[in-house]
Structure formats: structure tokens, C-alpha cells
């Protein structure tokens, strides 16, 4: 039988005095409790109680039992509570990760937002390292972790979190060397700037998209800033991320191509463990991520 459960029954007979008084305290019955108190005798090794026909007292053995179990019961009884006080307050760390590319942009100066808005919470924000198996994150300690992809996985939950508009641009000095396009297919002749976890792009919405693997790649990058500079500087094309983009395109250092073709937005997801209790510091979290993306939209270009 479970230890805790033994002792739960012997301190309740030790403070009562009697099986069935204990048995009335603990909605049990008599005869339970005293098997409860026989098992852990028989586990401890040495008679805890004298038992009478009319009362029940404690041997020397079980007085000192009794002290201990009744402490270890007390102690696990206030860290339950304290446990379950940190589950419910938002303070602790928080730890998250994420692909590098959505850190060093909008999620980064999210992230900072909400650090400066909840001192009581220590942050722990690291960029890459992530498996391709969707709850690594939970083993290594993470308490949140950030996808672009649609995720179905039971073994965790997931969030959207907002959207992540992409704009396909280049400079005016490569458009005038090279030309602009004048159909998504005459990608194969130009020479594009590409993410290495993005070769693949899809152009347009609905039935109407194509996707396009790139081939006739000048300039690769694990880094979305690293491909907007080489695209600025006139080495291609890119297909970039609007926001941190989004004062070269209103200056003019980049040109949006095929603005009739709309490109598709990134979802951006939070996933955290399972459980019908979600911690308080993530529950905020989440939230005050979704109310700063909405609360910070990107403006249009040429607004």
C-alpha cells in the first residue's frame, strides 16, 4: 500500500485514539483503518500501537513515529500549497524558445515588452537549437516554445498567436539591371536571396497559389536581416518578412514585385505542455503576446 496513505491513518488514530473515531474523521471505516495501521507495522517493523478492546495507544516505537509522520505529513501538505500558490501567481522564470529567424524579429521586441511589464517573471529566451519533434521543448525545460507551421500533436497545446505577413521585394538597382517580373514563374531567371529552412515559396492564396522551389539561389542566409541587407544592397530578390522590412520598402531601398500577387501570411503558434491547468505565467504570457501583436499591427505599405 501507498506509504503516505499508512501514515495518514496512523496519525489520525494517534491524534484520535481510536479506529473508529479515526475512520469517522477520514470517511473510512474502522476495520480500513486498522489494516492501514497493521500494513504499516508491518513495513516499519515493529509494533506502532497497543490495541484494547476499548482504546488504542501508542507503543514508545509509535509515539515517535507518530511526531515524524505527522511532521512529513505537515511539510507535504505546505509545499502543495506552495506549489500550487507559484501555479497560480505569475512570477518564476519563464522559459521559451524558438526558431531564430522569429526571435531576432517582431517576437523578440514582443518578448522584451513583456519582461519590462512583468518584473516578477525572469525571462529565458533562446533562439534556435529546436528538435524537429514537436514536444522536445517540454524534456529540455522549456515552458513555451514558437512554430510557424500548422502542429497536430496531442502531446501538447497550441495558440495562434497572430500572423506573420512576407512581401517579395527587391531593389530598384537589381530591377533595373535585371528587370522586374512579370509572372511569379520568371523566378527561375533571377537570382534570389533564400532562407535555408525556406526554399520553397508560395505565391498567391487559395487555388490560385503556386509554390516555386528555388533554384537559381545568389544568396543564402539562416537570417531574415542577412537576406533583406544582400536585397538591398541589389544581389536579388528576397522574400522577406514585412515588418523589419517595412522602412526600406517605405524609403524606397526595396521595391515590392507582383504586388497583385498577394503572398501568404506565417502563422505564428505558441505551444505549452498539456494539462487543464496552465500555469499563471504562461496563461499571461500568452496573452499579453497576443494583445501586443494586435496593439502593434504593421501598417500597409504606403500608409
Given amino acids: 500500500m501507498d506509504r503516505l496513505l499508512l501514515m495518514h491513518s496512523f496519525v489520525t488514530v494517534a491524534q484520535v485514539g481510536s479506529f473508529s473515531g479515526a475512520a469517522k474523521r477520514l470517511g473510512s471505516s474502522g476495520s480500513l483503518v486498522s489494516r492501514h495501521v497493521a500494513e504499516l507495522e508491518r513495513q516499519v517493523g515493529v509494533r506502532l500501537v497497543n490495541r484494547t478492546a476499548r482504546s488504542v495507544s501508542l507503543t514508545e516505537p509509535g509515539q515517535r513515529y507518530a511526531e515524524f509522520a505527522a511532521r512529513i505529513l505537515e511539510e507535504i501538505e505546505a509545499e502543495d500549497a506552495g506549489i500550487a500558490q ?8 519563464l522559459s521559451i524558445i524558438c526558431p531564430k529567424w522569429i526571435g531576432s524579429l517582431d517576437l523578440g521586441d514582443a518578448i522584451a515588452a513583456f519582461s519590462a511589464a512583468h ?17 522536445d521543448f517540454l524534456d529540455s525545460g522549456f515552458d513555451v516554445a514558437f512554430h510557424t507551421r500548422d502542429l497536430r500533436d496531442s502531446s501538447v497545446r497550441l495558440k495562434k498567436i497572430s500572423s506573420l505577413p512576407f512581401v517579395l521585394c527587391a531593389s530598384e538597382a537589381y530591377t533595373d539591371r ?3 517580373l512579370a509572372h511569379s514563374n520568371d523566378l527561375a531567371t533571377h537570382d534570389c536571396l533564400v532562407h535555408v529552412n525556406d526554399p520553397v515559396w508560395r505565391l498567391g492564396h ?13 544568396f543564402s542566409s539562416n537570417s531574415y536581416l542577412a537576406l533583406q541587407k544582400a536585397a538591398v544592397h541589389g544581389r536579388g530578390i528576397a522574400l522577406l518578412p514585412q515588418r523589419p522590412a517595412y522602412d526600406d520598402l517605405v524609403s524606397g531601398a526595396l521595391r515590392v514585385l507582383l504586388p497583385e500577387l498577394a503572398v ?4 505564428l503558434y505558441a505551444i505549452y505542455g498539456p494539462g487543464q491547468g496552465t500555469p499563471r505565467k504562461v496563461s499571461v504570457f500568452l ?12 501598417p500597409a505599405i504606403g500608409q
Fill in 86 to 93: 507559484l501555479h497560480d501567481r505569475a512570477e518564476g522564470t
Fill in 206 to 218: 487559395g487555388r490560385a497559389s503556386t509554390l516555386h522551389k528555388i533554384r537559381n539561389i545568389a
Fill in 119 to 135: 518584473p516578477k517573471i525572469q525571462v529565458r529566451f533562446e533562439l534556435g537549437g529546436m528538435s524537429d519533434r514537436t514536444y
Fill in 264 to 267: 501568404p501570411d506565417r502563422p
Fill in 178 to 180: 535585371h528587370g522586374s
Fill in 287 to 298: 496573452d499579453f503576446l497576443t494583445d501586443w501583436f494586435s496593439r502593434n499591427p504593421i
